[in-house]
């Protein structure tokens, strides 16, 4: 079975560029959640999708923050404009259904603001 | 609000000491409580769980035991192995939307 995948695995930007992110679940899973990970902390959520409808993104900070799930499948973190701290590992992991706690993680994409 | 408290590193051991890492826990009602680790270059991967009290999680010679009365989940193993070099990460999941709230991570070496 193949794990989650994320893409790219690394990523340099100046401030006030933009920049996405993309992330395809296990299949069949039909939960899917972003998270970031800044270093010496551990995984804040950010949204968390059932199929393709929002379940919570009470932290994300949406004047810059966007993502989406629009086929209930693979999904896309947008950030823009970036900020400096914004740095951080950009985690997706999917789970069966919502109401499992066993989420799954992909290798995340280390974002670094210049 | 509910939150994990895990123990500073970097923790260093030299290969076949005994492990612990110390993990406490503020939740309502009855959390199920896990362990993740996070091996270099690599995702988060569930270690072990335990979803109520008295339950003991164990997997890769890993183990922790749910202790409602003193809200803990230390993890513990007997003999670590180099390739036990890696991050850990204390977590519950309290209320009905399955939110993790997470340590902040354990950094653990272990030199031959």
């Given at each position: 079975?193949?794990?989650?995948?994320?893409?790219?695995?690394?990523?340099?930007?100046?401030?006030?560029?933009?920049?996405?992110?993309?992330?395809?679940?296990?299949?069949?899973?039909?939960?899917?959640y972003w998270y970031q990970q800044i270093?010496?902390q551990g995984p804040k959520l950010l949204?968390?999708?059932?199929?393709?409808?929002?379940?919570?993104?009470?932290?994300?900070?949406?004047?810059?923050?966007?993502?989406?799930?629009?086929?209930?499948?693979?999904?896309?973190?947008?950030?823009?404009?970036?900020?400096?701290?914004?740095?951080a590992v950009y985690l997706?992991a999917?789970?069966?259904?919502?109401?499992?706690?066993?989420?799954?993680f992909?290798?995340g994409?280390?974002?670094?603001?210049? | 609000?509910?939150?994990?408290?895990?123990?500073?590193?970097?923790?260093?051991?030299?290969?076949?000491?005994?492990?612990?890492?110390?993990?406490?826990?503020?939740?309502?009602?009855?959390?199920?409580?896990?362990?993740y680790?996070q091996?270099?270059?690599?995702?988060l991967?569930?270690?072990?769980?335990?979803?109520?009290?008295?339950?003991?999680?164990?997997?890769?010679?890993?183990?922790?035991?749910?202790?409602?009365?003193?809200?803990?989940?230390?993890?513990?193993?007997?003999?670590?192995?180099?390739?036990?070099?890696?991050?850990?990460f204390?977590a519950?999941?309290?209320?009905?939307?399955?939110?993790l709230?997470w340590?902040?991570g354990?950094?653990?070496?272990?030199?031959?």
């Open positions: 079975e193949a794990g989650v995948a994320q893409s790219p695995r690394y990523k340099i930007i100046e401030k006030r560029q933009s920049v996405a992110f993309w992330c395809n679940p296990i299949s069949g899973h039909a939960t899917l270093l010496g949204i968390q999708f059932q199929n393709n409808g929002v379940v919570d993104d009470s932290q994300l900070p949406k004047d810059r923050f966007s993502a989406e799930r629009l086929k209930g499948v693979d999904s896309t973190l947008k950030i823009q404009p970036a900020k400096l701290e914004d740095s997706c999917s789970s069966l259904r919502r109401d499992t706690y066993e989420q799954y992909g290798p994409t280390r974002l670094t603001v210049t | 609000g509910d939150s994990v408290t895990q123990m500073e590193g970097p923790v260093t051991l030299s290969e076949e000491a005994f492990l612990t890492i110390n993990c406490t826990y503020t939740a309502t009602g009855y959390p199920s409580l896990f362990w680790v091996y270099p270059g690599e995702g991967q569930l270690l072990l769980k335990a979803t109520k009290a008295d339950d003991k999680g164990s997997n890769k010679g890993f183990e922790a035991t749910y202790r409602k009365e003193t809200t803990s989940f230390h993890l513990e193993k007997g003999s670590v192995q180099v390739s036990d070099s890696a991050v850990y204390c519950l999941d309290a209320g009905n939307n399955r939110k709230i340590g902040l354990t950094s653990l070496a272990v030199n031959p």
